[in-house]
């Protein structure tokens, strides 16, 4: 337009001398950028319903999934695994289908929960793939069993399992594997382990810290 050339990438619309990104370079969607300044990530674990984990023996699983087609067929599984304390936050789940799917091992919450009492004792994150949950459960050295739901979810999922953080599931490949990969991430140690070696890679990252880093970036850009 107006004479000049076209663009042949958007981001050509935004240039800029140098890159702060809130996120940690294996969490990258496009790959670690040598260029970049990675601040860490940003994310809240003390907001919403403070819930406990059920009294049942076994490891621990957290469950962030929201409603679709797929959603009782999750919830019937997760119910039935047995030597499992499973907590799963569906927010906006029809109340009838939690009551169906409430178990002794297996608390439904229809809203978010806090994750601040959670992450420490947990053995196993089921979620789509959000960037926030994703990395505070990755921070702990918990493994992920991921679910994405759309594209930026799957850029981000594919890494965690090319990294051998966990296992990632298209959709069409939910229902027919679901039950099978759970327990694969919670009975085999590979993914833990790298999980661990994530966190302890990171131990200085934190929501507060990514915060104070991007602050002090973005002060010296001025300079």
Request: overall charge negative.
């Amino acid at each position: 337009a107006y004479g000049k050339p076209g663009f042949a990438r958007l981001q050509e619309l935004f240039p800029a001398e140098r890159q702060l990104l809130q996120t940690l370079p294996e969490l990258d969607h496009y790959g670690a950028r040598p260029e970049a300044h990675y601040a860490g990530p940003a994310y809240t674990l003390d907001h919403g319903q403070a819930v406990a984990w059920p009294d049942a023996p076994g490891k621990r699983i957290l469950a962030y999934l929201h409603p679709s087609a797929a959603l009782p067929h999750l919830l019937d599984i997760l119910s039935r695994l047995g030597n499992a304390s499973v907590i799963c936050a569906v927010p906006g789940i029809d109340p009838a289908l939690a009551r169906q799917f409430a178990a002794s091992s297996l608390h439904i919450a229809n809203a978010p929960v806090r994750l601040d009492a959670l992450l420490p004792d947990c053995a196993l994150v089921v979620s789509a793939g959000s960037h926030g949950l994703t990395a505070a459960a990755l921070l702990h050295g918990i493994p992920q069993l991921l679910l994405p739901a759309h594209v930026e979810q799957l850029m981000l999922a594919t890494g965690i399992a090319q990294q051998g953080f966990g296992i990632t599931l298209l959709p069409e490949q939910v229902e027919p594997r679901f039950a099978d990969a759970v327990l694969h991430v919670l009975n085999t140690p590979d993914a833990g382990t790298a999980a661990r070696a994530f966190a302890a890679g990171h131990a200085g990252a934190s929501s507060a810290a990514s915060i104070a880093q991007t602050v002090a970036f973005l002060e010296s850009a001025r300079r």
